[in-house]
């Protein structure tokens, strides 16, 4: 089993849609978690830290699930330019990162 | 200057060259990072320096060698590279200490013909 895994998608949802992706880890004693966006050929940008209490940031959403080991991030109302892929990061003791292979999101206009 | 930089944005070498990168991050954070990016593989871990110390080395081949002068800067040295290792190559830099969130340059797009 992957240390942390993602659906890679492609994900293809109209504009306006609502999306969720999933993201399991498979080490229940990671610390922090992440979700970044990263633009083909580009860097990875951090999206926003995921919390135990869930947090919003206006249209993301995301959730912890630490029984069942998994983070979630939910985009409302998508635009065209959220069409990137988007990296679920598991931090697992000082300094150590695994990074999901991402999941693809299209928005179709 | 903002975020974490990085140069060249774009190298080209041959197997004989040697090349350095380079990585400034003007965020006050003590710990920086390589990561590797190779085509539909998740980003691997190279190096980690906190404080300016090597804390961790992800079994690189030693044709890779890091240097970290002072918690700002972050070089990789490149010799006798292998066409496997074109990849994008990113420099990232967080606080020290923990598992907190990173920041990323733009990477360099590495070729080696």
Same mark, same amino acid.
């Given at each position: 089993?992957? !240390?942390?895994?993602?659906?890679? @998608? ?13 993201? /399991? ?11 970044? %966006?990263?633009?083909? %050929?580009? !860097? ?11 947090? !919003? ?6 959730? #912890? ?7 979630? #991030?939910?985009? %409302? ?7 990137? /892929? ?13 990074? @999901? /292979? @991402? /999941? %693809? #999101?299209?928005? #179709?206009? | ?31 920086? +990072? ?14 980690? +320096? ?49 598992? +907190?969130?990173? +920041? ?10």
């Amino acid at each position: 089993r992957k !240390e942390v895994e993602q659906d890679p @998608g492609p994900f293809n949802v109209p504009e306006g849609a609502t999306v969720a992706f999933n993201c /399991t880890y498979s080490n229940s004693a990671s610390q922090s978690f992440f979700w970044y %966006r990263q633009d083909c %050929r580009k !860097e990875p940008k951090l999206l926003m830290s995921v919390y135990s209490s869930g947090n !919003e940031d206006g249209r993301f959403t995301a959730q #912890l699930n630490r029984a069942s080991q998994y983070i979630s #991030l939910l985009i %409302r109302d998508s635009k065209l330019s959220d069409s990137a /892929t988007y990296l679920c990061v598991v931090g697992s003791g000082t300094y150590k990162y695994i990074f @999901g /292979t @991402g /999941t %693809r #999101l299209k928005v #179709l206009a | 200057e903002t975020g974490v930089t990085q140069t060249p944005r774009h190298l080209v070498m041959g197997m004989t060259n040697k090349k350095s990168l380079k990585c400034e991050q003007h965020l006050g954070h003590n710990a920086m +990072y390589w990561y590797k990016q190779s085509a539909k593989k998740p980003l691997e871990l190279m190096f980690v +320096y906190s404080l300016e110390e090597r804390v961790e080395n992800n079994s690189v081949p030693s044709r890779f060698s890091p240097e970290c002068p002072n918690s700002s800067h972050l070089f990789l040295h490149l010799h006798t590279l292998q066409p496997e290792d074109s990849a994008l190559y990113l420099c990232a830099s967080s606080q020290a200490g923990g598992s +907190y969130e990173q +920041y990323f340059g733009p990477g360099t797009r590495l070729t080696v013909t």
